[in-house]
């Protein structure tokens, strides 16, 4: 945004859904009566301000709502220049399934290490629950396009085709602000899959609490204009861009990754068979077997921008 300034703007980033600014809880958080602000009031002092009708507001160019610690924040860029790209590699003995396996998350590098492998079957995807998404309630599990946000994890990662990835207790409380994005080595034995890749918040209570999600269709992997599809049983890296956030981790949480390959109905399941999904019938359904590689040679790891505890510049704000 910053860098791409060149008018009077402002950006605000508040914890609320498709309905801003009406309630202070979104999902399963509460985010604290500080979370609903005078926001008819904010946008006509800026409004003023540009059209002459006053004089200019003394806003900083962005006020952003920091989750966790539940407050507002104004910032004079962004993404912000202080954020550290902290790399967090993903580490299993291969039974990373479910949220009970053994996958793990730190900054070790990896050495000689088994993959994880899933099968993904279209006929029975992981159902859409909480994340970014809007509309009418009842069409998904509990409603799940009218459930929206921070939902808990849980009942997702307990499926055996669904990837966990956790770190140990935090010693201290861990900000991440920005975009997060995960490298992955993968194989499969199709020709076209999808991959799915959730950030949650881990409380002491066992709660994994969605903070945000991205996706990636592979026919799509080099960019949204070309289709290019796989060879079976090839490695590749992708890049999975997750949406921005602005969450503390507190000391005694954890960071959970996990990864998928379906997140239905919010998208369209993809068949696997590598065609035109308006052309997909349901006899066009394959099974694919994803092959998840984390060893020295394929370090998939989650790359999360962290503000250090002592570069916390911003200005705090009701």
Do not use: C
Not at 145 to 157: H, L, V
Not at 227 to 241: A, D, F, S
């Amino acid at each position: 945004m910053t860098a791409h300034a060149k008018s009077p703007q402002r950006m605000l980033m508040g914890p609320w859904g498709h309905a801003v600014n009406t309630v202070q809880q979104l999902g399963e958080v509460d985010f604290g009566p500080d979370a609903l602000i005078d926001l008819d009031g904010y946008r006509a002092d800026w409004l003023d301000g540009v059209l002459g009708r006053g004089s200019p507001p003394e806003q900083p160019p962005v006020r952003m709502f920091v989750m966790g610690a539940n407050v507002w924040r104004d910032e004079q860029e962004w993404p912000l220049t202080r954020a550290r790209a902290t790399r967090l590699y993903l580490h299993s003995s291969g039974t990373a399934n479910t949220r009970m396996g053994d996958g793990t998350l730190s900054d070790k590098t990896p050495g000689a290490e088994r993959s994880d492998v899933y099968a993904y079957d279209p006929r029975y995807p992981v159902p859409t629950y909480g994340g970014h998404g809007s509309g009418g309630g009842g069409i998904t599990r509990d409603g799940a396009f009218s459930i929206q946000g921070p939902m808990d994890q849980r009942s997702t990662q307990q499926r055996a085709d669904v990837l966990v990835y956790t770190t140990e207790n935090l010693p201290a409380d861990t900000e991440v602000t920005g975009a997060a994005e995960l490298s992955l080595f993968f194989s499969t034995d199709v020709i076209d899959t999808d991959f799915f890749a959730t950030l949650s918040d881990v409380y002491p209570d066992g709660r994994a609490i969605l903070i945000t999600e991205g996706a990636l269709r592979t026919r799509h992997r080099e960019s949204r204009e070309m289709t290019k599809l796989l060879t079976p049983k090839q490695t590749y890296e992708v890049k999975i861009p997750l949406w921005e956030t602005s969450n503390v981790f507190k000391a005694g949480h954890r960071i959970r990754l996990h990864i998928t390959s379906s997140n239905f109905p919010r998208f369209n399941r993809n068949l696997n068979s590598g065609k035109p999904m308006a052309e997909e019938m349901e006899e066009d359904i394959q099974v694919a077997h994803q092959v998840i590689l984390h060893d020295a040679q394929h370090p998939s790891s989650l790359m999360l921008p962290v503000v250090p505890a002592d570069a916390k510049r911003g200005t705090p704000q009701r």
